[in-house]
């Protein structure tokens, strides 16, 4: 079965530096990979998708790569902000037959930005 | 943007009583909604796709007969934990799913918290 693995539990940087998150995963490559935003006590908020056809994705501060190589995607944050604290989930769509909706989600990597 | 909310946000239950979320999307109409459980410092484990005016689909594990899904309108799910078990207590969040070309956004639900005593 598909496995994902978001390498690291928590991750702390200081305040303006690159947060750069990993998620890996097993198996077969996903036609959509997503990354969520998940606040404490909150459901999960998305902020980018990419296809397995894209190298790259990018929405204001942050940017997603896709390497089906490697079976990695990496989740950067440029000019991090204490307000970017939060968990960040990589969640694969299978997308058979076209995106169905039902993910598999990571763990999740806990960013603390210091001011 | 479009909105899902859950309904309760947090609910204390005894051992051996039923629970009932709610789960609504507000401004668009869901064909297919999902359902996910999170245990602490666990990922989102998806139960159930529960689609409008069929039976759900359950996820390898999780028993039909006590998760209870219903999805009787276009803007409505429900996810009823029957007889309850503090091994059932956990977060449960449920997504609403709306196409766009190709794809099936998610938008999810802010959670529910379930305590069993």
């Known amino acids: 079965s598909q496995k994902i693995e978001q390498n690291s539990e928590a991750l702390n940087i200081q305040e303006g530096k690159t947060a750069t998150l990993t998620c890996n995963y097993t198996?077969?490559?996903?036609?959509?990979l997503q990354w969520y935003r998940q606040d404490p006590g909150r459901g999960p908020v998305f902020l980018l998708l990419?296809?397995?056809?894209?190298k790259e994705k990018r929405k204001e501060r942050l940017k997603v790569t896709f390497d089906t190589t490697l079976k990695q995607s990496l989740f950067h944050i440029t000019a991090s902000q204490p307000a970017d604290s939060a968990t960040y989930l990589c969640?694969?769509?299978?997308?058979?037959?076209?995106?169905?909706?039902?993910?598999?989600f990571g763990k999740g990597t806990k960013l603390s930005v210091k001011p | 943007g479009a909105v899902v909310s859950q309904h309760p946000s947090w609910v204390i239950c005894k051992s051996g009583t039923s629970v009932k979320i709610e789960c609504r999307s507000l401004?668009?109409?869901?064909?297919?909604m999902f359902w996910y459980r999170q245990f602490p410092k666990q990922s989102l484990m998806l139960m159930a796709t529960?689609?409008?005016?069929?039976?759900?689909?359950?996820e390898q594990g999780v028993e039909k007969d006590k998760f209870l899904i219903n999805h009787a309108s276009l803007t409505l799910s429900t996810l009823t934990v029957t007889s309850a078990h503090p091994e059932d207590s956990s977060f449960y969040i449920c997504?609403?799913?709306?196409?766009?070309?190709?794809?099936?956004?998610?938008?999810f639900g802010p959670g529910t918290r379930l305590t069993v005593t």
């Open positions: 997504s609403a799913s709306r196409p766009s070309g190709s794809l099936n956004e998610q938008y």
């Open positions: 198996n077969y490559s996903p036609a959509y």
């Open positions: 990419i296809r397995e056809n894209e």
């Open positions: 969640a694969l769509d299978m997308g058979y037959g076209g995106s169905q909706g039902n993910l598999i």
């Open positions: 401004d668009f109409q869901a064909t297919t």
């Open positions: 529960s689609n409008e005016g069929s039976k759900a689909t359950y």
